[in-house]
């Protein structure tokens, strides 16, 4: 038993090693870089460097910049969603893969998620703009490579926003039919996703300025609810229920004998979605400032923050699991996070509010990632109605048709996901849909980038690198992506299969329809006469 526990903890510590020696890694070679960030010079300095690298990928500076770090790591951290993550996965992933799943599962999957995480990472520093893998395969490949991630990308992204949006619809709902003595449904959730979806649109077209704000509030938010929720947890119990011992036994969840093989896996598998979406910080590269820097540490850390919160909640949540069954507001099978913060503090509901603002911060995380990347295939011409799609804002300068139409798909995603499936099972719908759609977007441009060999010139001059690690970090990555994709089809189901190759297909279609003129305007991008560029800007008062 001993050298269970002993073995376990060394995985953990090995994981952290490994985040350790990649970020001393990186540090070195950003030193040895001829990156010279003008911070230290004022913001107007580093607007114009920042400016003055996206006009040598033809692109104008038509979006504000106003992210900074902290901003550009809480997009990527809220992207990832460890509260909403945890809220719709723990109790069907431990129900699937028994205790283990935490203390083994989780530093696996750690592991895997930090080095495709540092992959991702590389290749947005090479490539600061705002379409993230879209660009990249585009850039170190092909215009139909990156046509194919972009569409798989932006899908991925838009299932995970629906799932975001969806859960804080229901926690609200299951609050609201309480304090005003109604029944829920699935209507009633459905109406507040609908308000929960607008709420997101208005911030993130009049709340334009404060977009930033709110990115590194809910850095701050996500922390007061792990606190919370752990607080909570140990001043209802005092003690562990269990013993940290049955981490490491393999136990299934009834405890009353050995899990499966499959059914670990199965239930590891199910918490993929903590580890994927941190490529979010790429999508708003356009408006951070100094973005070869801090948009590649922001992808790199959130998945090493993810594992350090997620790693400390799971085992809370599990080991006392016994206490937190049979709560007045969920049972065990809706979420163990939810019913573990109301039996943690007596009941008080204010805590599922909060859990409730912090998964909307996460879903609105969301929104601007999807109308980013909307925004970004509708100025290649990569997407139909592309002339609307990729107008601006002048006086917010946002891209508010992308934001409504993203807004409105999430919602038609969920609505059709729920039709299909009926009651809880559009959650394993579109987690398998999600997270086969994003590893499909970034097996694609790591696959580009090791047949290359590092050699390329984006590559060669980005400042975030790891330098002779790239090439095991991105085997690693790919191996990892191709085989946790092949299993997630069968510990999904196959309905988020089925999805995928629906999407293919109409990909496939759009691409011959778009083909040419989507080709000619990438050509004419990199070919746009300065002037061109300074008219654009000079129209969003920028230049």
């Known amino acids: 038993m001993m050298l269970a526990v002993w073995i376990g903890l060394l995985l953990f510590a090995f994981v952290y090693g490994c985040a350790l020696l990649l970020t001393a890694r990186v540090q070195h070679r950003i030193r040895a870089s001829k990156h010279i960030s003008m911070t230290a010079y004022g913001s107007y300095a580093q607007a114009q460097q920042d400016k003055h690298d996206l006009n040598l990928f033809g692109l104008a500076q038509q979006l504000r910049r106003r992210l900074g770090a902290a901003a550009s790591f809480g997009l990527s951290f809220q992207s990832l969603g460890l509260i909403g993550a945890v809220f719709l996965f723990a109790g069907p992933a431990l129900q699937k893969g028994g205790p283990s799943i935490v203390s083994i599962g989780l530093p696996i999957l750690a592991l895997f998620g930090i080095l495709v995480s540092a992959s991702l990472a590389e290749m947005s520093s090479a490539v600061p703009t705002a379409g993230g893998v879209y660009h990249w395969a585009s850039a170190l ?32 709902d299951k609050l609201l039919s309480v304090w005003l003595n109604y029944s829920s449904s699935w209507w009633t959730t459905g109406i507040l996703l609908g308000v929960v979806t607008a709420a997101q649109v208005i911030v993130n077209h009049w709340g334009a300025g404060r977009i930033g704000a709110l990115q590194e509030a809910g850095i701050l938010l996500h922390a007061a609810v792990l606190a919370a929720i752990i607080g909570g947890i140990f001043i209802a119990f005092g003690q562990s229920v269990y013993s940290p011992k049955l981490l490491y036994t393999f136990q299934n969840a009834s405890l009353d004998g050995h899990v499966t093989p499959w059914a670990f896996i199965a239930g590891v598998l199910m918490l993929q979605k903590l580890f994927l979406g941190m490529d979010g910080a790429a999508q708003a590269s356009e408006e951070t400032s100094d973005p070869r820097i801090r948009v590649p540490w922001a992808i790199f850390l959130s998945s090493v923050y993810t594992m350090i919160g997620g790693f400390v909640l799971f085992m809370c949540l599990t080991l006392v699991l016994p206490a ?12 163990l996070l939810a019913a573990a913060a109301l039996d943690g503090w007596q009941g008080n509901s204010l805590i ?17 990632i999807c109308s980013r990347a909307v925004f970004s295939l509708a100025r290649d011409q990569a997407l139909p109605f592309s002339r609307t799609l990729s107008q601006v804002s002048r006086e917010q300068q946002t891209p508010l048709p992308a934001v409504i139409t993203t807004a409105v798909f999430s919602v038609i995603l969920f609505g059709a996901g729920r039709l299909a499936d009926g009651g809880e099972a559009v959650i394993s719908s579109l987690l398998g ?25 984006l590559l060669e001059d980005a400042p975030w690198n790891l330098g002779s690690y790239s090439t095991l970090v991105n085997r690693t990555a790919l191996i990892w992506l191709i085989l946790s994709g092949g299993l997630s089809v069968f510990a999904l189901g196959l ?16 691409d011959r329809k778009y083909r040419k003129q989507h080709l000619a305007k990438l050509q004419s991008r990199l070919k746009r006469p300065r002037g061109e560029i300074i008219r654009i800007e000079r129209k969003f008062h920028l230049h």
Not at 324 to 335: A, E, R
């Open 433 to 457: 849909f999600a997270v086969l759609c994003l590893q499909l977007a970034y097996i694609i441009p790591i696959w580009i980038k090791l047949k290359l060999h590092g050699r390329h010139r």
């Open 352 to 368: 599922l509010a909060v859990i409730a603002a912090a998964i909307w911060g996460s879903g609105n995380s969301e929104l601007l």
């Open 141 to 172: 490949g092909t215009r139909r490579r990156g046509w194919y991630a972009g569409w798989f990308h932006l899908a991925g992204h838009l299932a995970i926003m629906a799932l975001m949006n969806g859960a804080c619809a229901y926690i609200i």
């Open 324 to 335: 937190i069954v049979g709560t007045t507001l969920f049972s065990s099978s809706d979420s």
């Open 495 to 510: 309905r988020g299969a089925a999805g995928t190759g629906i999407l293919l297909v109409i990909v496939t279609v759009l």
